[in-house]
């Protein structure tokens, strides 16, 4: 693509190139996973018009709540740009994303595409609206799983999801929800309170609500899971919107505050279920997250890697600089190290989505400990690596006008959606020690190392395994005192050991050695070993890799 096609080109390096035929790394882990995709075309989509899209949204034309009609009626709309919803229909009818796990039963397509979107608020349009197909598919009535095909573009018309949890004065914390749920004797009426943070909304004709039904028991335990649409039986607006968040990033997804006042509503599956559904859809969500994180991370890698090879600087390219080869292997290691472990969790959840609450089974619950990893370790990364991507760049890097600006700003929340790293923390402690899926965690770790016949995984093991024997044997308090810690320490375990078995699998020996370098990096804390120091050059060269 010419600089003529496109202003933006002139502010991007990465604009222009295809972002799937370029990211050797990601073919060869969907390779490792037994996944057969071209996603080549998306990755022209994403590395180009959509690029450009999402960058536009932000900084010129971000989404506005009209609340009146020219006739004075209450609508409630939210106007987006016309290029940005032609996009997202893009996605979801042209390029598939939410069709592949209900047509393919394949969730790691569905996740690479979100991977290669790399933008959280297109993103966030796309998965919720597959959360909502996915409660629906799998815990929805006859009558409710009509939606589906509309959801996932499978029918000539495209309905739009979304998923309405947090209320202000709960957060993370359920349990304090105040919206209650009364039957009518056809349908619930939902009333009592409102959604703090409701994206999607003014977009989303179907949207997934957590309320309690009224007389059931004060908790999470006491909620349930209903369907609400955007207009009531008789044509009405069936909630109101209060307004819509001012946001440091994510503007190409509306995010307001919705009011329910007698609003219809549908329950979806058995009502004493609801908190299963409801953290069975965030596993849902927190995959895209990490995934979404990994595409952030990527982008910056990518708008780096170019700029430091046309920029000069004392005489010579960016890129000859030793310092600058150091931080982009860094990033690097940490992107591949982050891509492989949420696609063993993606991995383990393609296996196990079709267990059913409430006791599930042996791998939903490992499904869910590997997603909690995934979730924290890739949010870590997102943020770090687009801090180092704006720091190549010097004071362009902090500018608006560029896009190594909005990728930082973008990065950043994806620590706090879908859980914060505390919210991740304990919830991996709950599935340790009511579920032991660090047992079910640590005989594949063993598996996997018996293969690969590695010094440095089979190390790696024996040190996640001291970790995980010294945090259980703690008391409560100290317990979850350390549990970030452990979390970190897992993801990066679980990486080094999974880039030495692909490496063998695949017979790359540059995997193994990337293997060996993130766990000096990462896991013992010392600085790159010299005898790699010759190979940088070539590990930060994504496109060429064989």
């Avoid at 990465?14 to 998306?42: C, M, R, W």
């Avoid at 209060?242 to 503007?251: A, E, I, P, V």
């Avoid at 994180?293 to 890698?301: E, Q, V």
């Avoid at 018996?450 to 044997?473: G, H, R, Y």
Wanted: charged fraction near 25%.
């Amino acid at each position: 693509m010419s600089k003529s096609n496109s202003t933006f080109s002139y502010i991007s390096s990465a604009y222009g190139k295809n972002h799937f035929t370029i990211d050797k790394p990601l073919q060869k882990i969907l390779e490792y996973f037994d996944v057969k995709a071209d996603f080549s075309k998306l990755g022209e989509f994403a590395g180009g018009e959509l690029y450009e899209i999402a960058e536009h949204v932000d900084k010129r034309a971000r989404p506005i709540h009209v609340m009146w009609s020219v006739n004075g009626e209450r609508v409630d709309e939210v106007w987006i740009d016309p290029s940005l919803r032609t996009a997202i229909k893009r996605l979801i009818k042209d390029f598939h994303i939410n069709k592949f796990p209900y047509k393919e039963e394949n969730w790691h397509k569905h996740y690479a595409s979100i991977y290669l979107v790399s933008d959280p608020g297109i993103a966030c349009i796309l998965t919720i609206t597959n959360q909502t197909a996915y409660a629906l598919y799998k815990y929805g009535s006859e009558e409710l799983k009509k939606y589906v095909p509309y959801l996932i573009g499978d029918s000539d018309e495209l309905l739009f999801g979304a998923t309405w949890f947090t209320e202000i004065q709960g957060g993370s914390d359920l349990g304090s929800n105040l919206v209650e749920a009364e039957f009518n004797g056809k349908y619930w009426l939902l009333k009592g309170n409102t959604k703090y943070f409701a994206s999607g909304v003014g977009l989303a004709d179907l949207a997934l609500v957590s309320a309690r039904p009224m007389g059931n028991k004060s908790g999470a335990k006491g909620l349930s899971l209903f369907l609400v649409p955007k207009e009531n039986n008789k044509g009405e607006k069936n909630f109101l919107i209060r307004r819509l968040k001012r946001k440091s990033g994510t503007n190409s997804v509306p995010t307001g505050e919705v009011e329910f006042n007698s609003s219809e509503a549908y329950l979806i599956g058995e009502k004493e279920y609801g908190i299963y559904y409801i953290t069975e859809d965030l596993m849902v969500s927190r995959l895209a997250n990490a995934v979404g994180a990994l595409g952030i991370a990527r982008k910056s890698f990518l708008e780096s890697y170019y700029y430091s090879q046309s920029r000069k600087a004392f005489g010579k390219a960016l890129i000859e600089h030793p310092l600058i080869q150091k931080d982009l292997l860094e990033m690097e290691l940490m992107i591949e190290g982050g891509m492989i472990v949420t696609f063993k969790a993606i991995d383990q959840f393609q296996k196990s989505w079709k267990a059913m609450p409430p006791f599930y089974n042996e791998e939903y619950h490992y499904a869910r400990l590997l997603t909690h990893i995934s979730k924290y370790i890739t949010a870590e990364i997102a943020s770090h690596v687009s801090r180092m991507a704006m720091e190549i760049h010097g004071g362009i890097g902090f500018l608006e006008e560029f896009p190594i600006e909005r990728l930082h700003r973008e990065a950043l929340i994806t620590p706090i959606w879908e859980g914060t790293g505390n919210i991740q923390a304990l919830e991996m402690l709950e599935a340790m020690v009511k579920k032991e899926a660090h047992r079910q965690l640590i005989r594949d770790l063993e598996g996997i190392v018996n293969e690969a016949k590695d010094e440095i995984a089979s190390k790696t093991l024996d040190f996640i395994k001291d970790k995980v024997i010294t945090l259980l044997s703690y008391r409560e308090y100290e317990m979850q005192f350390y549990s970030k810690d452990l979390l970190s320490t897992l993801g990066h375990g679980i990486s080094v050991i999974l880039l030495s078995h692909m490496g063998r699998k695949l017979g790359i020996e540059r995997f193994t050695m990337l293997s060996k370098i993130y766990y000096e990096r990462f896991l013992m804390g010392r600085s790159i070993l010299r005898d790699y120091i010759s190979e940088i050059r070539k590990l930060i060269n994504i496109e060429e890799m064989k």
